[in-house]
T-cell receptor, first 112, second 110 residues
Framework: SQTIHQWPATLVQPVGSPLSLECTVE??????LYWYRQAAGRGLQLLFY??????ISSEVPQNLSASRPQDRQFILSSKKLLLSDSGFYLC???????????FGDGTRLSIL | SQQGEEDPQALSIQEGENATMNCSYK?????LQWYRQNSGRGLVHLIL?????REKHSGRLRVTLDTSKKSSSLLITASRAADTASYFC??????????FGQGTRLTINP
């Protein structure tokens, strides 16, 4: 069966510090991978998605970047965090774009 | 921009009652999906209905789709405390991605 791992579960970082969130999927090959951000009590904002190694589509120009160095690994990064980067970050995978997405348990990021 | 918009934003009912949530969208779709999110957790896929389907059932869940009105509804029958969660609709936006609505926060009171 397929599983998705996302870590860390919570993270507190100072403004201006770097960020690296990692997501890995097991049990499937060549998945579509997604990074979302969710503000408290709100819906999901798609940040990045990838349909293959090294292929990244950015949805919202901002202080973040994404990379896919391996087939089942998706990394969300920032060189310098802003207060506005606080939120709940979710990683997800799917077989293809219009099919159901399967989510990790998220990372709650607080910027001080 | 958001494709799907849920209504109501929040819903509070007694255990055992039925809960109905609605989703409206703006453009043509291939399918519409419903997800549940428990507090502080990731989303869980509940059901997918394709554009050529009008109704779909899964256990206590019933989803309808009206493409002429660009709307869908999710009915949870005989609600339980464990159904307390946020529910989101999502539509395929082409280009290998989904667009999620803002969600309905459902509270089931014992």
């Amino acid at each position: 069966s397929q599983t998705i791992h996302q870590w860390p579960a919570t993270l507190v970082q100072p403004v201006g510090s770097p960020l690296s969130l990692e997501c890995t999927v097991e049990g499937t090959s060549n998945p579509n991978l997604y990074w979302y951000r969710q503000a408290a009590g709100r819906g999901l904002q798609l940040l990045f998605y990838s349909v293959g190694i090294g292929q990244i589509s950015s949805e919202v120009p901002q202080n973040l970047s994404a990379s896919r160095p391996q087939d089942r690994q998706f990394i969300l990064s920032s060189k310098k965090l802003l207060l506005s980067d606080s939120g709940f970050y979710l990683c997800a995978w799917s077989v293809q774009g219009a099919e159901p997405q399967h989510f990790g348990d998220g990372t709650r990021l607080s910027i001080l | 921009s958001q494709q799907g918009e849920e209504d109501p934003q929040a819903l509070s009912i007694q255990e055992g009652e039925n809960a109905t949530m609605n989703c409206s969208y703006k453009t043509s779709i291939n399918n519409l999906q419903w997800y549940r999110q428990n507090s502080g957790r990731g989303l869980v896929h509940l059901i997918l209905i394709r554009s050529n389907e009008r109704e779909k059932h899964s256990g206590r869940l019933r989803v309808t789709l009206d493409t002429s009105k660009k709307s869908s509804s999710l009915l949870i029958t005989a609600s339980r405390a464990a159904d307390t969660a946020s529910y989101f609709c999502a539509t395929d936006a082409g280009a290998q991605k989904l667009v999620f609505g803002q969600g309905t926060r459902l509270t089931i009171n014992p």
